[in-house]
Nanobody, 128 residues
Framework: QVQLVESGGGLVQAGGSLRLSCAAS????????MGWFRQAPGKEREFVAA????????YYADSVKGRFTISRDNAKNTVYLQMSSLKPEDTAVYYC?????????????????????WGQGTQVTVSS
């Protein structure tokens, strides 16, 4: 298992930017694809983005493509989510997650069941 701790959430106006971080500890971080999900009140948790173990291959939900950028620093055991042009509909609790299987491609990793470790979440609120 890997332990994940998110940070960087907060309140921002529409059109603004935030960068979320997720620090990992435990098993070998650099061997696993990482992802970000979000959950708004009354809605199911939805996929946002994922990145390969190497950091070279990102994968995005259509709703955030072109606005969000996922990256990772394996030397720091950290994955990031840079969010720009934020919209009120981006308001949610954002969760970091680690894939269950090592060296798995992030392409198509949009299912909750593909991830085995989760952080506690960080709140992002976008005001209009």
């Amino acid at each position: 298992q890997v332990q994940l701790v998110e940070s960087g959430g907060g309140l921002v106006q529409a059109g603004g930017s935030l960068r979320l971080s997720c620090a990992a500890s435990g098993r070998t971080f650099s061997s696993y694809a990482m992802g970000w999900f979000r959950q708004a009140p009354g809605k199911e948790r939805e996929f946002v983005a994922a990145i390969s173990w190497s950091g070279l291959v990102p994968y995005y939900a259509d709703s955030v493509k072109g606005r969000f950028t996922i990256s990772r620093d394996n030397a720091k055991n950290t994955v990031y989510l840079q969010m720009s042009s934020l919209k009120p509909e981006d308001t949610a609790v954002y969760y970091c997650a680690a894939a269950k299987i090592p060296f798995q491609s992030p392409i198509g990793l949009g299912n909750y069941a593909d991830f085995g470790s989760w952080g506690q979440g960080t709140q992002v609120t976008v005001s209009s």
